[in-house]
């Protein structure tokens, strides 16, 4: 999956001072969920796809990344 420059623009514009967690719905390849983990220090970050696929890229983009112990990538619908 490509990365966006609106997912770029999102991630780098979104305001994430003094946050404790953060909520990535439609995550796709991980790219916002990322970019939170790396402008903060100890924020937990679920990351919200419906997409097997796009899911499944975003948790091996999060595993080979320096915060896989804060990023969580969840395989469900957000109602649920």
Known sequence: ?????DAVLLGS????????R?????TG???I???????T???LIDAVEIEKHDAEQARE???????PTRVFVHI???QD
Do not use: E, F, H, Y
Not at 13 to 20: E, S, T
């Open 1 to 5: 999956m490509k990365v966006g420059t």
């Open 13 to 20: 514009w979104a305001n994430v001072d003094d946050v404790k």
């Open 22 to 26: 953060i909520l990535d719905i439609g």
């Open 29 to 31: 390849s991980g790219v």
């Open 33 to 39: 969920a990322l970019m939170a983990a790396q402008r």
């Open 41 to 43: 220090n100890d924020t």
């Open 61 to 67: 983009n999060v595993l080979n990344s320096p915060w």
């Open 76 to 78: 469900v619908a957000v």
